[in-house]
């Protein structure tokens, strides 16, 4: 961005004023803009349009300053568009100028997605570790349990009860803190794709405004900018994208049940439908992730159960599944109910709970999978290969088209920069 903030320095030669004073004020505000001393720079260029408040210049350096000298959680309620309205009231051509502070605000939108999607990254590893030590509390608590019994020594029994009562309460507080951390992810996570929703419009106005760039400079540094944007969206996307990998991978279609809910309600995934939106905001709704989403769930589905047998065997399969299911809760029932019969009690037969549960999830999970229709089974492959292209399908800068980004949803408080 301080490149284009250079090109301000135009602004004393591109418009002058007769009076010397407002004039002095302009160049203070130049270098200071230039050297990074945005603050004294703002005051300058408010103290020119206090001296001259018709004249276009310092309106539009005012609107430099205040791009770079706003801090980040103040920038979405920044609106320039009255300081480039004051300048428009002038018949001089402005439009190398509007270029410019549009460059500006990309890169800014660039720079706090980027921050928020590290910011996330820090939060889930910082998950992580909180996660571990939850884990290596439980262990202690168990190492203390060993200690403690009725035919244990006083000595074992405090230092048993000093584990226990430590381990349970680390535990505690890292569960705690691994929440805690899981939200503030979330939020961030949330204010990133908030702040590329948000920066759509400048982006859109960007990309119509590239091709009236005459001064090479200008273009390069405007060019430098844009991919500055792509690149913090890039790096947002394969983040979604992991998310939206790890939920179809969760979501089986070898159920029946879901099969039917994605076929009366295509966008059950919620996932999918957030994926496909924000590809749609970013000028990606021509990518074949795109298309793949798009047509597995709306087209490739249904055509695999466009018919009544198919989908009759679908409701006996489903039926067959919860038989399955219900076989598995009996045989656990069981299994958990022996524990307390005479016949477990005795030493030897201490293997009968476990033959129960593991015999009851062997049986079931083989009678669920046993169920499945061809058409489920030929969904599978296809549903396989989705999650598998998705995952391994990269986008590059060159695949942005901005003049598809969305901007129907999006009001964008700079309208004076597209006039």
């Not at 951390?181 to 990309?207: D, K, M, R, V």
């Not at 489920?376 to 396989?384: G, I, N, Q």
Request: aromatic content about 8%.
């Amino acid at each position: 961005m301080k490149e284009l903030l250079k090109f301000s320095k135009y602004l004393e030669t591109d418009f002058v004023n007769s009076n010397p004073t407002y004039q002095s004020k302009m160049d203070l505000a130049i270098s200071s803009l230039v050297t990074g001393d945005y603050q004294k720079s703002k005051n300058m260029f408010d103290a020119a349009i206090e001296i001259d408040s018709q004249f276009p210049s310092a309106w539009l350096g005012k609107a430099f300053s205040e791009i770079a000298y706003v801090e980040d959680e103040h920038f979405n309620s920044l609106t320039i568009d009255e300081y480039l309205s004051r300048a428009m009231r002038s018949t001089d051509n402005i439009i190398k100028y509007k270029v410019a502070i549009a460059g500006c605000l990309a890169y800014r939108h660039a720079v706090i997605i980027k921050k928020s999607v590290l910011a996330v990254e820090e939060a889930l590893r910082q998950k992580k570790e909180a996660e571990k030590a939850k884990s290596r509390a439980i262990a202690t608590a168990v190492v203390g349990s060993m200690f403690t019994g009725k035919d244990k020594s006083l000595g074992s029994n405090i230092v048993g009860g000093a584990l226990i009562a430590g381990g349970a309460a680390a535990a505690s507080q890292s569960h705690l803190k691994a929440k805690e951390l899981e939200l503030l992810g979330n939020s961030i996570y949330t204010a990133a794709l908030s702040q590329t929703h948000l920066s759509t419009p400048i982006i859109h106005l960007c990309s119509t405004l590239e091709d009236k760039i005459d001064d090479v400079n200008l273009r390069e540094n405007f060019k430098v900018v844009m991919d500055s944007w792509k690149d913090s969206v890039i790096y947002l996307f394969n983040k979604q994208r992991e998310q939206l990998v790890e939920r179809l991978n969760k979501f089986s279609v070898s159920e029946a049940k879901n099969i039917q809910t994605l076929l009366n309600n295509p966008n059950s995934i919620q996932e999918v439908g957030e994926f496909v939106a924000f590809m749609k905001i970013i000028g990606l709704s021509n990518h074949k992730i795109f298309d793949l989403l798009n047509k597995l769930f709306r087209e490739t589905l249904p055509k695999h159960f466009d018919n009544p047998e198919a989908k009759s065997a679908l409701e006996e399969a489903k039926k067959k599944q919860q038989t399955a299911y219900g076989i598995i809760g009996v045989l656990i029932v069981l299994g958990v109910g022996s524990i307390y019969t005479d016949f477990v009690q005795r030493e030897d037969n201490q293997w009968l709970p476990w033959v129960l549960d593991i015999g009851g999830i062997i049986v079931g999970a083989w009678l669920s999978l046993k169920a499945r229709t061809t058409e489920m089974k030929d969904f599978e492959k296809v549903y396989a290969q989705a999650i598998s292209d998705i995952n391994s399908v990269n986008i590059t800068r060159n695949d942005f088209n901005l003049n598809l980004i969305d901007t129907e949803s999006n009001n964008s408080n700079n309208n004076a920069l597209g006039n």
